[in-house]
């Protein structure tokens, strides 16, 4: 199970990127647990000064924008 954390105070691009992220796990069967950071606090403390930012399994893979379908992909099938 991959853990996915989405760090975004909670803008309609950090709200759809979880999103997508939650849709695309669904359509590919793969199990995430899934957290939203929404602290301003804690996304600055973890380095983060770009949002949406989105890491998986402690690293960060995303951020700034949306992500797209293929990226996600990747990150949910484990490949860099």
Do not use: Y
Request: glycine share 12%; proline share 4%.
């Amino acid at each position: 199970m991959k853990k996915i954390e989405v760090f975004g105070t909670g803008c309609k691009k950090c709200i759809q990127t979880e999103e997508m992220i939650k849709n695309k796990a669904q359509e590919m069967g793969a199990e995430i647990d899934l957290s939203h950071i929404f602290d301003p606090v804690e996304i600055a403390t973890r380095g983060i000064m770009t949002t949406p930012a989105v890491m998986v399994d402690g690293k960060l893979v995303h951020k700034g924008g949306l992500p797209n379908d293929g990226e996600i992909a990747q990150w949910l099938a484990g490949a860099d």
